[in-house]
């Protein structure tokens, strides 16, 4: 049996061979939300409300530290994977590539900018 076509054939676009890996991340990031979500959400709640020291002394804490790190990091990698699900998608050519690459960049820009500013926090 045959799974590509003549077209695909000729124009030499088989199997991408990326996509059980990209599905795996997925569903591990996705487990991971399930719990980080909630208690990101209890996290900003129960800090919510305080004044400004009450706030920093609250994430000055190592748990609330960790957690809103690992949520940053799932939640953002997440993200990006999906972004490069659609960019992949719907841009193609150079443009597709600066796009990823773009994306890529921000996401980890991200990350850094949120670890530092949690660390700066918490230390």
Known sequence: MRFMTDRKRAAGLGSGREGTHHHWQMMVSSILLVP????????FASALGGNHAE???FFSRPIPAILMALSLIVVIQHLMREAH???EDYIHGTAGKLTLIA???FAYTMIAAGLFAIA???L
């Open 55 to 57: 706030v920093l002394a």
């Open 120 to 122: 700066r926090i918490a």
């Open 103 to 105: 994306t890529t960049a």
């Open 36 to 43: 980080l979500v909630p208690i990101l959400v209890l996290l």
């Open 85 to 87: 699900a659609a960019i």
